[in-house]
Nanobody
């Protein structure tokens, strides 16, 4: 059984920063690509950032220059550093990881963490 648990969300003022974490646990042989997604009320879930197991990163245009994705393979954890936050960044943030759990390869989602940017 593999679990992803996000943390670090909360309420922050515009211009502020938050750091999200996503920790994977369970029967894990290898973690491949990991992505952060977000879903605002009434909108579709959208991709925010991804990082490969080689460390290659990509970002949505809306967050380039403000968000940074990173990973600590020893801790099976991925981070999303969010700076210069805007009200339009308000959403539930989810991580998704492609994981080999020893002969079984699948994608897993976390439960999400709420980020609210408001004065």
């Amino acid at each position: 059984q593999v679990q992803l648990v996000e943390s670090g969300g909360g309420l922050v003022q515009p211009g502020g920063s938050l750091r999200l974490s996503c920790a994977a646990s369970g029967s894990i042989f290898k973690i491949y690509d990991i992505g952060w997604y977000r879903q605002a009320p009434g909108k579709q879930r959208e991709l925010v950032a991804t990082i490969s197991n080689y460390g290659t990163t990509s970002y949505a245009d809306s967050v380039k220059g403000r968000f940074t994705i990173s990973r600590d393979n020893a801790k099976n954890t991925v981070y999303l550093q969010m700076n210069s936050l805007k009200p339009e960044d308000t959403a539930v943030y989810y991580c998704n990881a492609a994981i080999d759990s020893g002969g079984h390869y699948s994608g897993y989602w976390g439960q999400g963490t709420q980020v609210t940017v408001s004065s």
